[in-house]
């Protein structure tokens, strides 16, 4: 093809956070903001890619012998992975990519930017049966996760690749379910502090990791899968005093998110009730795991404090994004009471179908 165009929303994380490494369900939804990968066939053996948004250029050459991955390289990492699944270049493009999505903010422009990258691969290159949302899903999980080894799990790539608001069985039984009910009043405002990813990650997965082990040791039938907050003393019972708040907030943030699934699943949604299960998860997120910041805080509180129902940090933390629920008609209060607190970018943002070929 002589042009592709190839875009690929952001995402907000409504309930699990720092739940899918541990292979707990997550619900999330991708929003309108974009990453777009507009590629020009140029008969050459190159990809020549502009990302002016970042000032960056960059030449790869295809069937260029490679040898050593840099940190991050997501187009260079989805090229080896897709090369196993005999998606190979076989001539060149120039690529301009751009996006709206702020960047290092917790709303996934990174996986965006990956998503955006294999579906204009596979456009242009097949295999063609593996153009669907699930198979790009998968492969960029693949090049951005697996290829690196790090600490992430599926939910940034197949909430953006499936679209709408989506629940996310992340553990070995992996599957997922589209939720159809519409809701209104998001609204999303990135901090300006860029949030940490990989180390903050690690961290929290090890000690979560780690608590759940010692209490094996002392019940060896449990499972963090099945475990009842009705038992949360015994469980913490088998754990050093370090681990407690980690084993904590995994049986919390998972009992908050098995809640909002039963209200996603009623016939009317309550939004009432749903911020009150957003503001619940925000209390594991920032009193056990401390994955907030200052001028995140004060965002919060001040949304909370403008009428908004309910308002949880996005994404890995130390920084990045919040997300908040607003009663109809609320929406431009609470924007500002947010700009007020010191967000640097606040807006409303609407439920997106997912990645796709324009």
């Known amino acids: ?30 929003i309108n903001r974009y990453i777009t990968v507009k590629a020009t066939k140029n008969n050459s053996n190159t990809f020549n890619i502009d990302l002016p948004d970042i000032n960056k250029k960059r030449i790869i050459t295809l069937n260029k012998p490679f040898t050593k991955l840099e940190k991050e390289d997501f187009l260079q990492a989805a090229l080896q992975v897709l090369k196993r699944y005999s998606c190979i270049p076989n001539c060149g493009y120039n690529v301009l ?4 999505i702020p960047i290092n903010s917790g709303t996934s422009s990174s996986s965006a930017l990956t998503i955006a990258w294999v579906q204009f691969l596979l456009k242009a290159f097949g295999p063609k ?51 159809k009910k519409p809701i209104t009043g998001l609204i999303m405002a990135d901090s300006g502090v860029p949030k940490e990813t990989i180390g903050l990650l690690k961290r929290l997965r090890t000690n979560a990791w780690k608590a759940i082990e010692e209490v094996k040791k002392e019940l060896p039938n449990f499972k963090i899968e099945t475990a009842n907050i009705k038992d949360l003393q015994n469980y913490l019972n088998c754990v050093s005093q370090d681990l407690k708040p980690y084993l904590e907030a995994a049986i919390g943030n998972y009992n908050v998110t098995k809640a909002a699934l039963k209200e996603f699943k009623k016939e009317e949604l309550d939004i009432i009730k749903i911020g009150d299960l957003m503001n619940e998860h925000h209390y594991y997120l920032k009193n056990l795991l401390k994955i907030t910041v200052p001028k995140i805080d004060d965002m919060i509180n001040a949304a909370l404090n403008a009428g908004a129902l309910g308002a949880k940090i996005v994404g890995s933390g130390g920084g990045g994004s919040i997300t908040v629920l607003a009663p109809k008609n609320r929406e431009e209060h609470i924007m500002k009471a947010i700009y007020k607190a010191g967000a640097k970018n606040v807006y409303v943002a609407s439920v997106d179908g997912g990645a796709r070929i324009l």
């Open 1 to 30: 093809m002589k042009e592709i165009i190839s875009i690929a929303p952001g995402r907000t994380c409504l309930f699990g956070d720092h739940q899918d490494y541990l292979g707990l369900p997550i619900i999330a939804c991708a």
């Open 97 to 100: 990519i751009t996006g709206t």
């Open 129 to 179: 049966h593996l153009l669907t949302p699930e198979y790009i899903s998968q492969l960029a999980f693949e090049a951005e996760v697996l290829e690196f080894n790090a600490p992430g799990g599926k939910m940034d790539q197949y909430s953006i690749g499936l679209g709408n608001i989506i629940y996310l069985e992340t553990g070995n039984h992996f599957a997922y379910e589209v939720l």
